[in-house]
């Protein structure tokens, strides 16, 4: 349906926005009626508020208010879609900062939104230390299930490094989900689209060895059993006991194959 931020001196309630979006007003009309109904609920307090509204289609609405504090700001880019809101902020340079890098456009979205992130730190971020950030995506497309369309949310709480440490978190997911893609293609007979979803895997988690020990697998059990057994060999040699163990486990008659042809190979 949409996207709604509430901040500053949040208000739940905007949130009833993604409900007026469903029964098909646009942003504007919906976030114009939802503060209407705060400035006469909470008449002064709807001043400290910050919000916007984005519908499935890229149109938005945005307002921060004037008891929202200094620096208190947005940029709104409708071209784009995307809109850039903050409060307690150095200065006007922290979004205009993150906004230059938002416009990248040869780049995907999370490479913009993490250099966006970067750049407004570099240009002062907040008055307040940071300790906390967070991601939330979807796909823009719906699949008619509730739980596959909610979409997704990464945060980091209470550190040092939240930022650099979202962007870890986003890529071991990523990771994480390209794992998953080599499985169901080389399960379902694809094996080049196996291959590149394991080479993107190891490449955004480079010390995760579980990635090539599956990958060796696979090619072997593909019918690549060369190339699968110089991928697994230097794995199963290692002193860790896990590898060899997660074969016996996982791997089935395959995984026992592979494990009695590299241990009576190693005894010779």
């Given at each position: ?85 903050g409060n307690g902020l150095e200065s006007q340079e ?175």
């Amino acid at each position: 349906v949409g996207l709604v931020i509430s901040q500053c001196r949040g208000n739940p309630d905007y949130f009833e926005a993604l409900d007026l979006l469903e029964l098909g007003l646009d942003p504007k009309r919906a976030l114009n009626r939802l503060r209407s109904e705060d400035q006469r609920q909470f008449n002064k307090l709807s001043r400290s508020r910050q919000v916007a509204v984005i519908d499935s289609q890229g149109k938005i609405d945005s307002f921060t208010g004037e008891d929202c504090g200094r620096y208190a700001g947005q940029i709104v880019n409708k071209q784009l879609g995307y809109v850039l809101l903050g409060n307690g902020l150095e200065s006007q340079e922290v979004l205009i900062a993150m906004d230059k890098e938002m416009r990248r456009q040869e780049l995907g979205s999370f490479e913009r939104i993490a250099l966006a992130m970067q750049a407004g730190l570099r240009a002062g971020g907040e008055v307040r230390p940071e300790s906390s950030a967070g991601l939330c995506y979807a796909s823009g497309t719906s699949s008619s299930k509730w739980w596959k369309d909610s979409g997704e949310c990464l945060s980091i709480e209470d550190s040092d490094t939240p930022v650099m440490d979202l962007i870890k978190l986003f890529n071991l997911e990523q990771s994480r989900l390209a794992l998953e893609k080599g499985f169901e293609s080389f399960e379902g007979g694809d094996f080049d689209s196996g291959s590149d979803a394991f080479e993107i895997a190891k490449r955004l988690n480079p010390t995760d060895m579980e990635i090539p020990l599956w990958q060796g697998f696979f090619l072997y059990k593909s019918g690549r059993k060369a190339k699968g057994l110089k991928i697994l060999r230097p794995i199963i040699e290692s002193n860790d006991p896990w590898p060899k163990e997660t074969l016996r486990r996982f791997g089935g008659s395959v995984g026992d194959e592979l494990l009695e042809k590299m241990l009576s190979a190693e005894k010779k």
